[in-house]
C-alpha cells in the first residue's frame, strides 16, 4: 500500500479530523447519538460489502474519532476545581506569556500537585523581581487555581489555553510563599532562543523601528511588539494570518530552498533532504504551533516520498499531517488556527486545479499580468472555499475585501520573507546588508502604511450575526455540494456563482440593515466592568464602573428601543481606566465621541495609556480624546478644551466642550456638565454615567432628537423631566430609565 498516495485513506482521515473538530463544540448527548449511527452504519457497509474501502473506511474513522474524543479528553481535561484552596506545588516554566511591575503570566508545567500531570497558566500578582524569573525554572510555591478571566470580549482566553493544552489557571499571591529551586532549561532552547536574538538583532540594525515589530513578527513569530492597530487593521482586511507564523512561511522558505538547489544545480533528493532539515529547524525556532506543524509535516510526508522512490499526493499528506497533530496533541481541536489551515489547504487542493485549467485557457488572450492576477485570485477563491465556515462560525464577521487584499498582501509578505533569510545570511557583508535592508524596510512600510489606508474605508467588513448571511452561507455550501455531485465542467460555474450569492447577500445586508440591531457586550476585569453596545457599525453606548450584567442588559433594551433605531451620528459618553484598557481600546476604533477616565496625573501609566488612546482616536478620526486637563487642542479638526478637575478628591475626572467641524457636543462625567455659549446641537444626548447629582445644570440651549438621563435615583430624574427649561418638540423623544 502507497501511503503517500491513497485516497481511500485520505477520505478516512478527512471524516475522522471533520468528525473531531465538530465535536469540540456538541454536547455529549449528541456524541453519544453520533457514536450509535455509525456503529449501525459501520455493520451495514460490511454486510452490503460495496464500496468497502470508501463507505466502511468513513464510518470507521467516525466511530475512531468520538470514542478518540472520549478518552482523550477524559485523559487530558485534568482540570482542577476553583475553590481558592491553597496547595502546595513545584512546577516548571516553560513559557513567559507577559510580565510587568505588577504582574507576570506565565505557562508551566506541574512536577508534584497531588500526584497528577498537568500543565497550567500561572498568575505572579507582584511578589518582588517578577524579571528573575526565566524560562526552564523549578518553582516551589504556594497557589490556588481560579477561573479563567474575561478581560476582553474578542479574546477567549479558555479557548486559546485550551487548545494548547492547558485548562487550569492558577494564581500565586503576594503574601505565599514562594522559591525558585533550580534552572532545567534544556542547552538546545537556549540555542534557539540565541538565534532568535541574533535575527532579531540584525533586523533591528537595518531596518527602522517603524517596520521592525512586522518583520519580528514576520519572521520569527514575536508579536510582543506588534501595534494593537496593525492586528485590527489586518483583521478588517482579512490577511491577520499574515501575521501569524503559519504554513504560507514555511512554503515561501522552502520554495526559496528549492529555486536556491536548482540554480546550483543540485540533486533533487538532495533538495529534499535540505528542505526536510530546514523545516524541522524552523518549526523549533518559530514555536512549533499547529499551523506551523501541519505545513511542516505535510512538506516532510512530500519530501519523503522522492526517498522512497513513491509518488505523493497532497491530500493524503495533508490529512496525515492533522491526524497525527491530532493523535499526540488531542487539544488542538480547539486551535481555530490549525482548523482554518486544514480548511484553507483542503479547498486550495480541491478547488485550485480545475480554476488554474481556466487561467491557462485564458492566459494567451488576457496577457501574463492579467493571467498572474487572476491566478493569485484563485488560490485566495480555493482558500477561502471550505475556510469560510470556521471563519464566520468562529469570529462572526466576514472582510469582504479578503480576496483583493490577500492578492495584494500575499505578494508584498512574499518579498519580505524571502529577503529576511538572505539579510541574516548576508549581514556580514556590510554593502550588500545596507542594500538589502533598506528595500526590507521599504516593503515594510508600504505593508503598514497600505493596511492603514486601506483598512480606512468604511463596508470592508460585515457582521455574521445576522440571519441573512447565514442564509447565504448555506446557499454557497449547498452550490458547492451540487458542484461536486455533478463533476462536470459547468460544476464549476455553479459553485463560484453560489459564492457570488453569498457576496451579494452580506452586500444587501450592510446596506439595507436587514437585522441589524444593536449588540450587547459586557466584561468585567478587577471588578471594573465594561459595557459596549454597538448599533450598525457604530458604538452608541458605552460606559464603566461597578455595573451589574442584569443593569448592562436593561440599558441594551433602552439603546436597541425605537428611541435609537433611527441613522444618527455616531457617539458615546462614559469613562475608562487603564483596568480597562485592554477590553475596550478595540471598540473606540470608530468615528465617536470617547471620554478618558484616566490614571492620577503624573503616574508612569498616564503617558502611555495617553498616547495609546490618541493614536487610536487619531487613526480612526475619533471625534474626541484628551487627557491634559487645562489645555486645548486639536484633533482630527475637533477643538477640545480640558478644563480643571471637578474636585481635589477625583483630579483625575475631566469634564470638556468639544466644538466639531459640523456639531457641537459636551461632555458630562459624574455630576459636570458644560455647554457653549452657542448652543448644543446634535442627535442624541447622554447625561450621566456613574450617579447624577442634584445640582446638575442643563442648559435651555440644548437643541437633540433624543435626551437620555441615566440615574439610579428616581427623584433626581423626575425633577430634571419637569425642569421647564428642557423644550422638547412632538417629533423629539424623552428617554428615562431607574
Known sequence: MNIFKNRPLAFSLLVFLSTQFILSELSPVIKAVMLAVSSVGFVISILLRKRFDLITGAFGALIFAVIFGYAAFNIFNTAYPCDNTVRNAEYEIYDISYRSDDIAYFKAKVKSLDKRKTDFKVSFTYYGDSYAIEEGDVISSELKFVEFEEKDPSFDERRYYASIGIFNSAVVESD?????????????????????????????????????????????????????????????????HM??????????????????????????????????????????LTGASASVLRAGIMLVIMNSSLFLRRQGDSLTSLTLAVFLIILFSPSSVYDIGLILSFTSTLGIIIILPSLMKLTEKASERIGRVLCWMLSGICVTLGALTFSLVPMIVYFEEFSLAAVLTNLLFGHLVTAILTLIPILICISWFELFALGTGFVLDILARAVIELSRYISGFEGLTISCAYPFVFYGLILYLIGVAIAFVLKKRGALIICYCSWFAFICICLIVYNAGFGEDARFIYSSYKNNDAVIMRHKDDCVYFDFGN????????????????????????????????????????YINEKYIASVYLPTPGSKEEKIIAEEIL??????QTDIV??????????????????????????????????????????????????????????????????????????????????IIESANKVISDQIKADKRIELSDKRSFVNYN
Open 547 to 586: 455595573i451589574s450584567k442584569s443593569g448592562a442588559r436593561a440599558a441594551f433594551s433602552l439603546v436597541n428601543s425605537e428611541a435609537l433605531a433611527s441613522e444618527t451620528d455616531a457617539w458615546v459618553i462614559g469613562a475608562y481606566s487603564d483596568n480597562c484598557l485592554a477590553s475596550v481600546r478595540d
Open 615 to 620: 493614536y487610536y482616536a487619531d487613526k480612526a
Open 626 to 707: 484628551f487627557f491634559e486637563y487645562g489645555k486645548s487642542f486639536s484633533v482630527c479638526g475637533a477643538s477640545v478644551y480640558i478644563s480643571k478637575p471637578l474636585s481635589e478628591s477625583r483630579n483625575n475626572v475631566y469634564s470638556a466642550y468639544i466644538d466639531f467641524n459640523s456639531r457641537s457636543c459636551a461632555y458630562y462625567s459624574r455630576g459636570y456638565f458644560e455647554y457653549s455659549d452657542d448652543g448644543f446641537d446634535a442627535n442624541t444626548v447622554f447625561l450621566g454615567s456613574n450617579g447624577v447629582s442634584k445640582d446638575l445644570y442643563v442648559s435651555p440651549r440644548i437643541e437633540c432628537d433624543t435626551l
Open 176 to 240: 505565599f510563599r514562594f522559591e525558585i529551586k533550580e534552572n532545567v532549561k534544556h542547552p538546545f532552547n537556549g540555542f534557539l532562543e540565541a538565534v532568535r536574538e541574533k535575527a532579531g538583532s540584525v533586523l533591528k540594525k537595518y531596518t527602522s523601528k517603524e517596520s521592525l515589530p512586522l518583520l519580528l513578527s514576520l519572521s520569527t513569530g514575536d508579536k510582543s511588539t506588534l501595534d494593537a492597530s496593525l492586528k485590527r487593521d489586518f483583521s478588517r482586511l482579512g490577511i491577520s
Open 243 to 284: 501575521l501569524a507564523i503559519s504554513g504560507m512561511h514555511l512554503s515561501i522558505l522552502i520554495n526559496c530552498i528549492f529555486v536556491f538547489t536548482e540554480l546550483m544545480k543540485a540533486p533533487k533528493r538532495k533538495a529534499a533532504l535540505i528542505s526536510v532539515i530546514v523545516t524541522v529547524f524552523y518549526i523549533l
